[in-house]
């Protein structure tokens, strides 16, 4: 038996034989040619090929509803028309009398170099696209026969990297698992592997041709593959194997079941997305809405400062999508890790207490106004909930109301319909957790970020592995904050929510329930075994130990922008007028 190591993107157990899977490889005359025109056209007939590939693999993987992988394939055929990129580099190698293989591998090689040359991770992980293009565009010219790569039998496929037009070729009944030697999380594969729950391990170095035909197990839990694996580690991972596949049928009985606790306890679940590309992650698992719409990624995917009808279509996409459950949209948080050269931001001493999130929308008014017109345009598409980040002072969140409500009346006056929406803040600083009756008056709900909360409660920079040592998630602080934050919210009839990591953590779930929490927001995935941690729980043996009253409210107000109208000091009557 031997052991290799990677990097697991999915989690979870495969058995069986490995297929290595190998693109071809072709060998590219160096020789100029005399017919440049007839180069030109075999060039431009193979575009065209592969343009319509792309387009039938985008209709393809719509029609199974997988919105997310359609999508690479609309931008690849939408990138093999990008002319200064590369159709030009191409044609100008061909007037130099190179053929067209020739003119493709050097054009597309050389484009997808400034890519990975680019600092942004994301503009860096589009260098793989152009890789797959020219491969797909090689395939053509040479005329190769590119069907049966993957074999006919289930296995573990082994390769050196995969395509994202590979990946989705691939017969998903033969698949067992992935390994590649290359790739990177950020990397389409690793993409498509998560939302098709494949075991799948990257970047790991040892994979060798012979190892095809091997049996072999991969253990997605400790990022290792075993070939030709002992008896004992066969069974004892037939048994998770096993353990796992009873564990997911168990959990999709969850689907359509209410969140509720065994003593009548009802928490909302909701999930955290960063886009569009999201929307079948939230719907799959079930989730009762989005408690957190990191709406940052949509500045961070685009290449320039995303326009007003660029954020629109993105925001009421997710809302018409996911509608009428709420989607909690957060204005952007960028600053401290997430940096974008477009907004030029300086370079700062200590960027996580600096720069970031409302101080820089508070700043650059017509850069905030142009994303709270998009999502007030949104909100007639859905069941929108607009959320300021960062918050440390009543006046800022005044301040931002000020600002969403001039840019409603704006729209109003052009004739534009704005629909009913909810406010909140994130309590993710000490300062606005300790505030939170305060604040409380100027909201519906408030979400505690619990990642930024714990950073800044404990001094503990959260991007810095050499302090995990002293870092404790359940620092006692944080959960005071917490249980303090939402007895706060309830006495000004403010709902409360958590959509830090905190709140998957299924250790901590009946103390949330007990503080009262009224939302949990996790990543997708964690919503079911959520749902199955609170359906088990039974609070009522709290309520007898501790006889003191719950600060909840009851009834608690119902999810909708005409609650507001409840709150005497609030801005929301002058809002919906
Ligand atoms: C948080 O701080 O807990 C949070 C949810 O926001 P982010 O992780 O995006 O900073
Ligand atoms: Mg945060």
């Known amino acids: ?106 054009g597309f090689d050389a484009a997808a170099a400034m890519f990975l040359n680019m600092e942004d991770e994301y503009f860096k992980a589009r260098s793989a696209d152009v890789i797959d293009l020219k491969n797909a565009m090689l395939d053509v010219l040479f005329g190769a026969d590119t069907a049966n790569l993957q074999g006919t039998e289930p296995a573990i496929l082994v390769a050196e990297d995969l395509a994202p037009s590979e990946t989705v070729k691939l017969d998903k009944s033969l698949l067992l698992g992935l390994v590649t030697r290359q790739g990177s999380s950020n990397s389409h594969t690793a993409i498509l592997a998560r939302s098709m729950n494949w075991p799948t391990l990257i970047q790991c170095h040892d994979v060798a041709d012979d190892w095809d035909g091997k049996f072999a197990i991969l253990d997605g839990y400790n990022s290792c593959i075993y070939i030709e694996p002992d008896q004992d580690i066969i069974d004892k991972l037939s048994a998770k194997q096993k353990e796992d596949k009873e564990k997911e049928a168990k959990l999709q009985e969850l689907k359509g079941q209410p969140s509720v606790t065994k003593d009548g306890q009802h928490v909302k679940l909701y999930a955290n997305i960063g886009g569009p590309k999201d929307i079948n992650a939230v719907i799959d698992n079930d989730a009762e809405g989005v408690g957190l ?34 989607v909690i949209i957060r204005t952007c948080d960028i600053g401290a890790d997430k940096t974008i050269d477009y907004m030029n931001l300086e370079k700062e001493e200590n960027p996580a207490l600096g720069f970031r999130a409302v101080r820089i929308c508070l700043t650059r008014p017509a850069f905030f106004k142009r994303q709270l017109r998009a999502l007030l345009r949104a909100s007639a598409y859905g069941n929108l909930g607009i959320m300021f980040p960062m918050i440390i002072s009543l006046w800022e969140v005044q301040k931002c109301k000020g600002i969403l409500n001039e840019c409603k009346a704006e729209l109003e006056a052009e004739g534009v319909k704005v629909g009913n929406y909810q406010i909140g803040i994130m309590i993710e600083t000490p300062a606005a957790a300790l505030c939170a009756d305060e604040l409380a008056e100027e909201v519906d709900f408030f979400s505690l970020g619990t990642n930024d909360l714990t950073q800044y409660t404990c001094a503990i920079d959260r991007q810095s592995a050499s302090l995990e040592p002293f870092s404790n998630t359940h620092h006692p602080a944080v959960l005071r904050l917490i249980r303090e934050t939402i007895e706060a919210g309830h006495r000004h009839n403010t709902w409360v929510g958590i959509c830090g990591e905190l709140g998957a953590d299924p250790t901590l779930t009946e103390e949330f329930l007990k503080m009262g929490v009224d939302e949990l927001s996790v990543n997708p995935k964690s919503i079911l075994p959520l749902r199955g941690n609170v359906r088990n729980a039974d609070m009522s043996k709290y309520k007898t130990q501790s006889p003191k009253p719950e600060a909840k409210p009851e009834p608690k107000p119902e999810v909708k922008a005409e609650a507001k109208a409840e709150k005497p000091k609030g801005f929301f009557g002058r809002l919906f007028g």
């Open 293 to 326: 719409f990191r709406s940052e990624f949509v500045y961070l995917n685009s290449k320039t400062d995303p326009t007003e009808d660029e954020q629109f279509a993105a925001y009421k996409k997710v809302l018409e999508g996911l509608a009428p459950r709420m």
């Open 1 to 106: 038996m031997e052991v290799f190591k990677g990097t697991k993107i999915v989690n979870g157990i495969a058995i069986g034989k490995i297929k290595v899977y190998k693109a071809p490889v072709y060998t590219i005359s160096e020789e100029l040619v005399s017919d440049i025109a007839a180069e030109i056209a075999r060039f431009d007939a193979a575009r065209e090929k592969v343009q319509a590939e792309q387009n039938a693999l985008y209709d393809k993987e719509m029609k199974a509803g997988h919105k997310d992988t359609a999508g690479i394939f609309e931008a690849h055929a939408m990138m093999l028309d990008d002319e200064e990129t590369l159709i030009d580099p191409c044609k100008e190698l061909m007037a130099e009398g190179h053929t067209a293989e020739y003119a493709v591998r050097d």
